[in-house]
């Protein structure tokens, strides 16, 4: 009968103007053979006892049981139940009608057949519901942004959401309110940027319309507030502030090297892990082959620098022409998780998204990214999924709340880092949660394991690199006998797949054309489904874009994504790919 609430049985706080919607059924010779009513009646009413007033205790609705006749002047007349503009079927209450703030009052529905039976028995939550008329219910107000996530806002309390943003981020912000919670309904929208005075009219970007549901805006320095006004049918708002800080990207240091890659500096055995100091040494090495690189200033080391495990500052990013970015997984990475983690629209709730996701921006900036680690399990570019969602192969565009059939629903994975700046359209593992389907039986972790990763010629942009290694091998320490990784044992697994052509063709789905793959993967046994699966990809979306530098040289290049951690890989080929990617950026040392 009438909506909300979700306690169908409980008296519920409902708005000043409350909308009541029901369904009748009426059997004809079985219960399962029914048609409409012929008409409906409909009355609302404070709760009173006989002889004493409003007393909120009373059972009104036993009453009305055993004492109709008490009611009767309290009806509505008899309306067709398919009567135009659904009278028959629904009624908006607090619009003429009076309804006293802060006390409970009952709204019921009676039907009546084609012979003239009428419905005799009164129920809660079937066609009585009870409720009280609430002075403080107000819409829920969702704010998205691609770059910045989403907010939630309820009432008037005028305290803002504050992101700290580089300049020039073209910003397109959505918006949409709901009250069905008590019974209202949207009338419109108002919004408007640096509001002086919420209550002249002039101060505002726009009117009050249902149909202001999104704006766009681009800043290149100073504080700027966006406000969105939202109001129901009973005049009830929600005022939500989002407070756009501009932070300068002056781009004037060649490398920042993020160590999100947490280990210790345990006696090595079968070498599963690096050592801290082993891995440090490994990616020093490498940044040492850029231009100007400085370990004691170019370096962000989360577990031990002194950061106390959080991610650098936009502001410290925005230094810096070039980010290679190591992670671990297993909720290791708590910085790489907090910044790429992604809220499904569906799932916005206050205060959801805590950190803005600069890498996007960064790249959408001209930045180049290198971004590779362990990539098992909950690690790599999974980190963007909330937990509950890590179960692989996963269609990011289709599936960003977890596996499901078809592609309806929550589709706002198009705005993950993962789908908008790496064009991957489907997630996968070698070690992780997977699905259920029948079509995975042929998935085994000791078939599909890597042998060596080999260059992907078959790609247009890929075949465009010339000095790009053919293949990228184990590093002998890893693959000896007695030792972790011993092919003749496990093979490596520490890897994420993109776009696996076999659960593609499954789902007939198709890469995106900005898809690029660099290196494809040999496993451990042919016969796995994902043998030849893309593991390192190009990224190609912003490769045209020159960054915006204060001083220095900056190019148009694109950046890099490996679904492994190089360490584990072959010393001489990882310092060519290093070497080559550094020249596309224009930072090799001479």
């Known amino acids: 009968m009438p909506r909300p609430p979700s306690n169908r ?6 708005g000043k103007v409350i909308r009541f919607e029901w369904r009748g059924t009426d059997p004809i010779d079985s219960p399962e053979n029914v048609q409409d009513p012929d008409s409906i009646r409909y009355l609302y009413h404070r709760v009173d006892s006989p002889g004493y007033g409003y007393k909120p205790d009373f059972d009104i609705v036993g009453d009305m049981n055993e004492n109709l006749w008490r009611y009767e002047e309290d009806w509505s007349p008899w309306i067709y139940y398919r009567a ?14 009076i309804l006293e703030l802060r006390r409970s009052h009952i709204f019921a529905v009676q039907a009546k057949d084609e012979a003239g039976a009428v419905t005799a028995i009164f129920t809660r939550g079937v066609n009585v519901r009870q409720f009280i008329v609430s002075v403080t219910a107000s819409p829920f107000l969702t ?23 580089p300049p020039g981020v073209e910003l397109n912000f959505r918006w949409w309110g709901d009250a069905s919670a008590y019974g209202g309904e949207i009338t419109c929208y108002q919004y408007g940027w640096d509001v002086a005075d919420l209550n002249n009219p002039s101060d505002w970007g726009s009117d009050c319309s249902p149909y202001n549901v999104n704006c766009r805006a681009i800043w290149y320095s100073g504080v700027h507030t966006l406000f969105v006004r939202c109001v129901d049918n009973s005049g009830a708002e929600t005022l939500g502030q989002i407070e756009i800080n501009i932070v300068p990207f002056t781009m004037d240091r060649n490398l920042l090297w993020v160590d999100d890659f947490p280990s210790s500096n345990f006696l090595q055995q079968d070498y599963a892990m690096p050592r801290e100091d082993e891995h440090d040494a490994f990616w020093l090495a490498l940044c040492r082959r850029a231009s100007g690189f400085d370990p004691a200033r170019d370096v962000h080391d989360a577990a031990s620098g002194g950061y106390n495990f959080a991610p650098p500052k936009i502001g410290t990013v925005g230094r810096y022409k070039n980010i290679i970015w190591t992670y671990s997984s297993d909720l290791l990475s708590i910085c790489w998780d907090g910044i790429v983690r992604f809220t499904p629209e569906s799932q916005i709730e206050t205060g959801s998204q805590l ?13 180049h990214l290198l971004t590779e680690g362990r990539s098992d399990r909950t690690g790599g570019l999974a980190a963007m999924l909330q937990p509950n969602a890590m179960v692989f192969p996963l269609n990011l565009r289709c599936e960003i709340t977890g596996p499901r059939e078809g592609c309806e629903g929550d589709t706002s994975g198009v705005y993950c880092m993962g789908y908008r700046d790496y064009c991957i359209t489907m997630l996968d593992k070698v070690t992780g949660t997977f699905r259920s389907d029948s079509d995975m039986r042929m998935r085994r972790e000791q078939l599909d394991a890597l042998e060596y990763a080999t260059r992907a010629d078959a790609d247009s942009f890929t075949a465009g690199v010339p000095g790009l290694p053919a293949t990228l091998t184990l590093w002998e320490e890893i693959t ?12 490596f697994n520490y890897v994420e797949i993109y776009d696996p052509e076999y659960w593609m063709t499954q789902k007939q789905a198709k890469s995106q054309g900005c898809f690029h793959p660099m290196y494809r993967m040999r496993t451990r046994n042919v016969v796995s489904p994902v043998n030849n699966a893309a593991v390192a990809l190009w990224v190609t979306k912003y490769d045209g874009v020159v960054p915006d530098v204060e001083s220095g040289v900056a190019v148009a290049a694109p950046s890099a994504h490996f679904g492994f951690e190089l360490w584990f890989f072959n010393r001489a080929q990882v310092n ?15």
């Open 143 to 165: 704010v998205t942004a691609p770059y910045i996530g989403g907010f939630q806002f309820t009432g008037t309390n005028l305290r803002p959401e504050k992101r700290d943003l």
């Open 9 to 14: 049985n409980a008296t519920v706080s409902l």
């Open 355 to 367: 950190v803005v996701n600069y890498l996007s921006i960064f790249l959408a900036k001209g930045g």
């Open 480 to 491: 000896k006998a007695g030792r972790y990784f011993d092919p003749r044992v496990r093979g």
């Open 576 to 590: 060519a790919l290093i070497d080559l990617i550094f020249e596309k950026w224009g930072i090799k040392a001479g």
């Open 84 to 97: 135009p503009g659904d009278s028959g079927r629904s009624k908006v209450l607090g619009m003429q009608e």
